[in-house]
């Protein structure tokens, strides 16, 4: 090994000359937004998100785990409401959609609204499937598949770990008045102005 060359490569290279960049990094971005990986509109620190998540929560959403067939807490969930990110609260996917695909994870036919998630390929495990990621926060969800019921043909066959979920609203409380009743359908629930 010759210290010899290297030292003279050294000593005898020209200085990097960089352009005037101002505050713009490298990278093209703003200081301190240089991410090796794709950004979201959505960002939280890995710090805050192990304090916020459980462990399983973590590595399902940050390290793109899988949790168990059939532990999750809502693959028999028939409760109507909404599925959220666990990680920044994006609504995903209604309840109607799921359904039954004894795949022992929580499968929904469609998303509340197109472009809710985010479907990139997966060649992992030597397999090519679509995974699914939140398309605010870049959270890992699940993966795609194409054998989900009519009309969309879709499973999005998600982890548990990865949804928060909101009950549909309460059902106005019994003790009531009277008057609410014959309210027709579309009948303003607002507060009347005239008098
Ligand atoms: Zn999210």
Redesign the pocket.
């Known amino acids: 090994m010759s210290g010899f060359n290297l030292l003279h490569l050294i000593t005898s290279a020209k200085p990097v000359t960089l352009k005037p960049v101002g505050t713009v990094k490298p990278c093209g971005l703003p200081s301190g937004t240089c991410h090796s990986k794709k950004t979201w509109p ?1 960002s939280f620190s890995q710090e805050e998100l192990r304090k916020r998540l459980t462990p399983m929560q973590f590595h399902i959403t940050q390290e793109k785990g899988t949790e168990s067939a059939f532990t999750g807490e809502y693959v028999d969930s028939k409760e109507q409401g909404t599925y959220t ?1 666990v ?4 609504l995903l996917f209604k309840s109607d959609t799921k359904f039954d695909s004894r795949s022992g994870w929580p499968s929904f036919s469609d998303l509340i609204m197109e472009g809710s998630v985010t479907a990139t390929d997966d060649f992992s495990y030597g397999m090519h499937r679509v995974e699914v990621t ?1 398309s ?4 890992h969800l699940g993966h795609l598949f194409d054998d989900g019921p009519k009309p969309t043909g879709k499973r999005y066959c998600i982890n548990s770990a990865s949804l928060g979920f909101q009950h549909k609203e309460p059902l106005p409380a019994p003790s009531l008045p009277d008057s609410v009743e014959g309210a027709g359908p579309g009948g303003a629930t607002g507060g009347h102005t005239e008098l």
Do not use: A, L, M, R
């Open positions: 959505k990110c990680v920044c609260g994006s939140c605010q926060c870049g959270s």
